[in-house]
């Protein structure tokens, strides 16, 4: 499916994402592999939650890195991740 | 091994990653008798199993080092009736737990136990599509019990690997294996080709398929992702005999896989115990710190310092780090050499000849009886693999 901001995002059932302090990253967790994410993966991919939209996880980013324009980059990764299968759309 | 304690030396710790893997072999029963299990040959005269309490000590200091993904394997692991027990603390540290089963011990009652504990997916093996080969092959009536397991762990909302073992006799049933996954709803599946170790060596001959069955079943692989997409992600594993270079095995030695066997020996790979002149620590006596840190079986292989020629000044020693140490063990009878199964070993054709053999449909080896795991047999051989 298309993904706008009005798209909620939700680690798959699959998946888990958890914090790894041996690895200093987040990492992905499903069946018998492990993804190590890189920070903007990792942060993104932790608030899909299925109840945030994409609109609000980009405002909850740009404040908390004080960062602006992050859409394209944010949009571009949760279709990388769909592919994936890390997340389900709604 | 005179330059041993040089190779040991130049060891940089700080460049030793952690032991993301941990599998816990739990115990080497078995309900099964499976003609390819890669358990020891003599896997019926180790000792005590490890305790409940001695496998939480392991899951606990495994998981300070930075383990995340835990697999608990056997032998059948369902047979200990603490498994649920073992699971909830590993869940309880912050695994990810996978329960590798041939289903058999598998009931409501128990996979509801396992649910609660946090086991989080399941692997289920079959050993072929079909009742008749799938008994033939385990030396059990289970096919119809696996079945009854598979529908269970859906019911459970379990992601499901189905594995099956590949080889001789099930590999021209590849359509009716994937078409068996796709029944049963599997979202992965492994179809993995023997690799000769442990009781898959003993009966090498009768097991290793021709390059044709090979190349037949790789087509139909991948001519069911064409069809079916990506909604049961395959894996077709090769058998490496058909390779001109070694498999990175285990992804290098003590490198990121840590394996406890059920009588406590950790090694860096599931087979290792069968290696000479290399002692390998109990947990019951060191912390996995100092195993995986410090002791001679996990640092006598690790990285590129202790190879020989043709490695040493191999351009590719990086990308397989000389293959396994264990198969250059059976093969060359020196675990230091290169694996045969690299075109640059001076032993390759060890590996060439039984390959050649693969390709006369029933020759006299081919023909022996199988040898099916069990301890009677395993007394019997008396030997590592």
Known sequence: ?90 | MTDLSEAVAVQDTAKIGPPLWLLAELTYRCPLHCVYCYNPVDFAKTEDELTTEQWFKVLREARELGSVQCGFSGGEPMLRDDLEVIVAEAHRLGYYTNLLTSGVGLNEKRIGALKEAGLDHIQLSFQDSTREMNDFLSSTRTFDLKRRAADMIKAHGYPMVMNCTIHRHNIDHIEAILQLASDIDAEYVELANTQYYGWAQVNRDQLLPSREQLERAERITNEWREKHGNKMKLFFVVPDYYEKRPKKCMNGWGNIFLTITPDGKALPCHTARMLPGLEFPDVRTSSIREIWYESEGFNRYRGTGWMKEPCSSCPEKENDYGGCRCQAYMIANDPAAADPVCDKSPFHNRITEVVDRAQIAGNAAQVKPLIYRGPKESLQLDRPF
Do not use: H
Not at chain 1, 26 to 43: D, F, I, R, T
């Open chain 1, 1 to 90: 499916m298309a993904i706008t901001t009005a798209t909620v995002p939700k680690v798959g059932r699959n998946f888990r994402i958890q914090w790894e302090p041996a690895q200093d990253a987040y990492v992905l967790l499903y069946p018998e592999g492990m993804v190590k994410l890189n920070q903007s993966a990792g942060e993104i991919l932790k608030r899909c939650d299925g109840a945030a939209n994409i609109a609000a996880i980009i405002a909850d980013l740009e404040t908390t890195f004080n960062a602006q324009g992050l859409e394209a980059d944010v949009i571009a990764f949760v279709e990388l991740a769909e592919q994936q299968k890390w997340v389900d759309l709604t």
